[in-house]
Antibody, heavy 117, light 109 residues
């Protein structure tokens, strides 16, 4: 079964840090570009970052540049998002999503990050 | 920063046909933007329906189709069913990243 399972979401104070993980199974993880997508409470989807299959190319949305770092370990079929200097506006469900040839068809169920004092 | 615009809400009768559109602030949407369409129901993760403008997944119902229409990406639902009531998002690739539209809330009434 094709599966992505996110973990690491938590309640954190403004300025704090979190590391999200995404474990992949049932498909060729190392062939996929992997993305993080978030959804603030009651709001729409927002693409956050992607990393290509061999980590050659990495991109971020402007609002997280310099604060978030995406990485992957193909040997462990895992994707990560290191989030530093967290702000209230980073509060969201964070989904990992796999993309093969501009086809973002593999999604996890998400992990919740809440930034609040 | 590219802004992607969708209709905030649409209403359709069961059995009817509705077209949702997706426009880019940078100009006409072409196949180079690799439009994707997703359906999301409350409390669920998004589900991919269409990729690269018009390609369907094996589980995408035949009543869903994607196209380019008048400089926009479009998602057409033909023979709408009550179960199609959901939020629909388009996604465009914009050189160095993806941008989601704000979503269209589709009501089946």
């Amino acid at each position: 079964e094709v599966q992505l399972v996110e973990s690491g979401g938590d309640l954190v104070k403004p300025g704090g840090s979190l590391r999200l993980s995404c474990a992949a199974s049932g498909f060729s993880f190392s062939s996929y570009t992997m993305n993080w997508v978030r959804q603030a409470p009651g709001k729409g989807l927002e693409w956050v970052s992607f990393i290509t299959s061999s980590s050659d190319y990495i991109y971020y949305i402007d609002s997280v540049k310099g604060r978030f770092t995406i990485s992957r370990d193909n040997a462990k079929n895992s994707l990560y998002l290191q989030m530093n200097s967290l702000r209230a506006e980073d509060t969201a469900i964070y989904y990992c999503a796999g993309d093969l040839g501009y086809n973002m068809d593999v999604w996890g169920k998400g992990t919740t990050v809440t930034v609040s004092s | 920063q590219t802004v992607v615009t969708q209709e905030p809400s649409l209403t359709v009768s069961p059995g009817g046909t509705v077209t949702l559109t997706c426009a880019s602030s940078t100009g006409a949407v072409t196949s180079d933007y690799h439009p994707n369409w997703f359906q999301q129901k409350p409390g669920q993760a998004p589900r991919s329906l269409i990729y690269s403008t018009s390609n369907k997944h094996s589980l995408t119902p035949a009543r869903f189709s994607g196209s380019l229409l008048g400089g926009k990406a479009a998602l057409t639902l033909s023979g709408v069913q009550p179960d199609d009531e959901a939020e629909y998002y388009c996604l465009l690739y914009s050189g160095g990243g993806w941008v989601f539209g704000g979503g269209t809330k589709l009501t089946v009434l």
